[in-house]
């Protein structure tokens, strides 16, 4: 079973302070993504990775930096949280080059309160 | 810019009544289509997906979708639902070789006993 978790369920912030959430996947995926989803607004794509140290911005990268130093783990950080990223973050991984093998495995997501 | 439309933000249906939940692209090309759903509490999971070949895709659950490439839909479609089938539903897109998806911006469904 592919597993991918994210360090916290919930956590809560204030303005102005640095986060950071974590994503790790089991599956030696090669591809992870970090998304915000917003009642209304779907999932939006912030940044993702597809291999160690390589990143590409998403749709909504503002206000947002990502880390991936090894394989199975990605970081999203907030480098001055602010209260308009008050947001569930959802991590994702997949293969790449998978054709039809391709899909996306989600995380739990963490519902993050910036106060 | 790539974009996929839900048009129902909100689907009230009683047990056993028929679903279904439209889903547009604006992609051209080659192009995948997903279904993802998010139950109450849980991750987003895999309902089905489509990349080639018959049109009408099944899924778990008893769900089905139909790719029709001359209306850029890929609706999904329950003839039954159950209770159990309350959650939010989300379609996505991606041209082929492409690692993002675009998803569109949900569909919640409430069944009601």
């Known amino acids: 079973d592919v597993k991918v978790t994210q360090s ?11 986060v ?10 090669e591809n992870m993504f970090w998304y915000r989803q917003d009642p209304g607004l779907g999932l939006r794509l912030i940044y993702f990775s597809y291999d160690v140290k390589m990143k590409e911005k998403g749709d909504i990268p ?7 130093e090894k ?14 990223q008050t947001s569930m973050y959802l991590c994702a991984s997949s293969f790449g080059e998978s054709g039809q093998l391709y899909e996306q495995y989600f995380g739990p997501g963490t519902r993050l309160t910036v106060t | 810019a790539q974009s996929v439309s839900q048009h129902n933000h909100h689907v009230i249906l009683s047990e056993a009544a028929s679903l279904e939940l439209g889903c547009n692209y604006s ?21 089905l997906k489509y990349f080639s070949g018959d049109p009408l895709v099944k899924g778990i659950k008893g769900f089905e979708a139909e790719f029709i490439k001359s209306k850029f839909s890929f609706n999904l479609r329950k003839p039954s639902v159950q209770w ?6 989300f379609c996505a897109a991606r041209h082929f070789g492409n690692e993002k998806l675009t998803f569109g911006t949900g569909t919640r469904l409430t069944i009601i006993p």
């Not at chain 2, 159990?84 to 539903?89: F, G, I, L, R, V």
Request: proline residues 1%; aromatic residues 14%; hydrophobic residues 30%.
């Open chain 1, 8 to 18: 916290s369920r919930y956590l809560v912030k204030r303005t102005g302070e640095k």
């Open chain 2, 27 to 47: 992609y051209g090309g080659t192009v995948n289509l997903f279904w993802y759903v998010q139950y109450p509490g849980q991750h987003l999971q895999l309902l």
């Open chain 2, 84 to 89: 159990s089938d309350t959650a939010e539903y």
């Open chain 1, 20 to 29: 950071f959430l974590e994503c790790v996947q089991d599956m030696d995926h």
């Open chain 1, 71 to 84: 394989k199975e783990r990605f970081s999203l950080i907030l480098e001055s949280a602010s209260t308009n």
């Open chain 1, 62 to 68: 503002e206000g947002y930096s990502v880390s991936r």
